[in-house]
């Protein structure tokens, strides 16, 4: 081991190709990528070394094309303990304790594997809450799939499904919430986005920058096997008719070993033993070793051939590269091997100390004895390719006429067409695969609430969390879209009486390399921007996944918005349940019937065209501080934002929550019935109250638009005038669509 400090050229493996051009592309390096690569080694890297350029320079890890305008995100604010650049962001909550959370995509895995590619989805963001100390206590997850229609769509749903199920339910968190659309632009390439919150106390975070020069590096969990590799590069390109033959690329994931690895984890970071940690997740061995060393300053010497392995002879490119599933990587303080070691023998985990950290910056791979990789750290970095891709920004369309949007000839025909449809019907049938009541934390579960809520442990606060986007929004007018993604995760977390606190994301956009695609992510980041610096909603976390196309044909822009925020006394939390007769039915905020890329203009008349509705952020701010307030005052009783659909759906949403009906009455000065029933307005919510004229008053006071529609009572909907549809009736479509669908013939 003496060259350990230099840069000497390894020794060459037997069998080892020479690198050539082919080579070189098909690890996904462009020609220019490749002189750099040349120019920080000074040589022809070796195959592992090349595999690591590879993997570390891919658009999945080194962010090269987004970095740029990620850093215009705000990230900071007096609650933020940890924004991004960790496994996972961190929020101050009070009391001493911390919320943990982050959001991240498994979409291409998810397409040729859906089961497994959804399942890893899912143990990969938890090992990146649980690696910084904290318990997770919740998952949620976004989920864009093709038209219904399409052949493979069903056998999507099902795998995707089964498989955040099948490891959640497994590891004991409870999944509470999360979205599913269905859009034709996702037929060849669907979204699976999975969110973790956890939560940890403040004292007791952990952090992955390597320190103090020959402490010991140890790997811990599942051996390594041959799945997965080339997964982080897999993620960095697009589709096309050979990506089933991709399916090696998608890792194996077994929730029991996760499960020990949690408890082993936690029980180690309960001693004083660790100096630094992190998940091997995407690139496994190489990111995780080099993120380690280089937040550190420091070097690393791995030895290859101490890494538990579960199949027999593997070589030092698939060991660097492999992302078999359930390991970390922990640097340890020296002489606390043996106590980690009974720790993880006791789960029954591997253990197994692989290397120590140096002062050389280089990463040195060793095996059998010989250096077989060397290669400097810091230029890995600092020479990383970062893109100022050309990009053109999506103008904004003509807004529509509403007057030039027909009326439905049958109201009730119509909200029945719109309740039944994909985007709204019921998805009691993906819940209830979920276990969302583990734990006994749960206090408003899916369909209950516009944000989950989940009792945090010993007191008597709350947190809400959700995910959100309207990803035809984002496609009519990026700007637009971004902003209300950020404001309806906002409203989500205040209607349920929560206080915002932070943002996670997740950038699913199609081939970053066409102007108009770098454009539409522009544009949603311009948006974001906006809303976050109003809204003091800081992102702390996030993921990137771009490529998202197939043959060309890119996917809706997707900038997934998940959310977290805390309500002090979980007591006086709402959801959106209309339970008793009497409530008096308040719209907060202006209509005007802004029906430009509503589902009713969609879904009713066919077209997908206009203006999406502008977004007042201004306005967000005050409707939403005013109905938190009311809330947290006793005075709302249920709470519902109005987004999709607009009002008649929230209120046909909220009626069949809860088992009520109501009836409500167009108020004066409405406009025209389907634009004020079904108009997509921003910054609105439907408040159900005991004194109605009471939560009038103090809008006006607020200088808040409000209104009385009507009250809560009886078993139908009614709409003087226009619908009377009884709630069984509407039940009946509404939650017949998705089981009907799945339960059919292919």
């Known amino acids: 081991m003496s060259k350990s400090g230099t840069s000497a050229a390894p020794v060459k493996l037997p069998n080892e190709p020479v690198i050539t051009p082919q080579i070189v592309a098909e690890h996904g390096l462009a020609p220019d990528e490749y002189q750099r690569v040349l120019a920080i080694m000074g040589r022809t ?64 895995p998810s397409y040729i594997e859906p089961y497994q590619g959804a399942a890893t989805g899912v143990g990969g963001i938890l090992r990146d809450v649980f690696t910084m100390g904290a318990r997770p206590v919740a998952n949620l997850n976004a989920l864009r799939f093709g038209d219904p229609s399409h052949p493979k769509t069903r056998h999507l749903v099902s795998g995707v499904v089964a498989g955040i199920g099948g ?26 986005n999975a969110m973790t919150v956890g939560i940890a106390p403040t004292d007791r975070i952990f952090y992955a920058a ?28 697009e589709f096309n008719e050979d990506s089933e033959s991709k399916r090696p690329t998608v890792q194996v994931g077994d929730p029991f070993v996760e499960k020990l690895l949690l408890e082993a984890c936690l029980e180690l970071m309960a001693t004083d033993a660790i100096v630094a940690i992190q998940d091997m997740g995407a690139a496994g061995l190489t990111s995780s070793s080099f993120e380690m060393a280089a937040k550190g300053g420091l070097g690393v010497i791995v030895e290859l051939d101490k890494v538990p392995m579960r199949e027999t002879g593997m070589n030092p490119y698939e060991l660097m590269l492999s992302e078999s599933q359930e390991r970390m990587l922990i640097v340890l303080k020296p002489g606390r091997e043996e106590l980690a070691r009974k720790i993880f023998e006791k789960w029954e985990l591997d253990f197994a100390v692989i290397g120590h950290l140096t002062d050389t910056e280089r990463m040195v791979l060793s095996w059998h004895g010989d250096i077989v990789g060397n290669i400097p750290i810091p230029p890995l970095v600092t020479e990383a390719p970062m893109y100022e891709r050309p990009w053109t920004l999506t103008p904004l369309p003509a807004v529509l006429d509403a007057a030039k949007v027909p009326a439905p000839k049958d109201y009730k025909a119509s909200l029945l067409t719109l309740m039944s449809c994909p985007d709204l019907a019921s998805k009691a049938w993906i819940w209830h695969q979920y276990d969302h009541l583990i734990m006994g934390n749960t206090a408003i579960r899916p369909q209950d609430g516009d944000a989950a809520l989940v009792r945090v442990p010993g007191g008597h606060k709350g947190l809400a969390m959700t995910s959100d986007c309207t990803p035809r929004y984002v496609q009519a007018h990026p700007e637009t879209g971004g902003r209300q993604a950020v404001a309806e995760a906002w409203r989500n977390i205040t209607a349920v009486g929560a206080r915002p606190l932070a943002v996670t994301d997740n950038m699913n956009f199609g081939n970053p390399t066409k102007p108009e695609i770098m454009g539409q992510f522009a544009g949603a980041i311009m948006g974001m921007v906006e809303a976050c610096t109003v809204l003091d909603f800081p992102v702390v976390s996030g993921n990137v996944s771009l490529y998202n196309e197939t043959e060309g044909r890119p996917i809706l822009p997707t900038p997934t918005i998940g959310a977290v925020g805390v309500i002090e006394d979980i007591a006086k939390a709402v959801g959106s349940r209309l339970t008793k007769a009497g409530l008096a039915l308040v719209l907060i905020g202006e209509t005007r019937g802004w029906l430009g890329q509503s589902l009713y203009l969609r879904e009713l008349c066919g077209r997908e065209e206009g203006a999406p509705p502008p977004v007042d952020l201004a306005v967000e701010r005050r409707n939403g501080d005013f109905v938190r307030g009311q809330i947290v005052g006793g005075r709302i009783a249920a709470c519902h934002d109005l987004s999709d659909g607009g009002l008649l759906v929230g209120l046909a949403e909220m009626c069949l929550a809860g088992g009520t009906g109501v009836t409500m009455k167009l108020p004066a000065g409405a406009g025209a019935p389907h634009g004020f029933l079904y108009g997509e307005d921003q910054g609105r919510y439907l408040a159900a109250a005991d004194d109605g004229i009471a939560l009038l008053a103090a809008a006006a006071a607020a200088g808040v638009p409000a209104s009385l529609l009507g009250y809560a009572g009886g078993q139908a909907l009614v709409v003087e005038g226009l619908v009377n549809l009884p709630l069984a009736e509407l039940r009946a479509v509404h939650e017949a669509w998705l089981p009907t669908y799945m339960n059919s013939a292919a």
């Open 210 to 237: 390597a320190a103090g020069i020959g402490n010991p590096l140890v790997y811990v969990g599942s051996k390594t096997g041959r799945d997965g590799i080339h997964g982080a590069t897999m993620s960095s390109t």
């Open 45 to 108: 890297p070796t195959m592992v070394e090349l595999g690591i350029f590879s993997a570390m320079w891919s658009e999945h890890c080194s962010y090269k094309s987004s970095k740029v305008w990620l850093k215009k995100l705000p990230t900071s604010a007096p609650w933020v303990i940890q924004g991004p650049g960790e496994n996972a962001g961190v929020i101050d909550i009070g009391d001493g304790q911390a919320a943990i959370f982050k959001m991240e995509s498994h979409n291409h």
């Open 167 to 192: 490891y959640g339910n497994c590891m004991g968190i409870p999944t509470v919430g999360g979205e599913t659309n269905f859009h034709a632009a996702y037929n060849g390439n669907i979204l699976v």
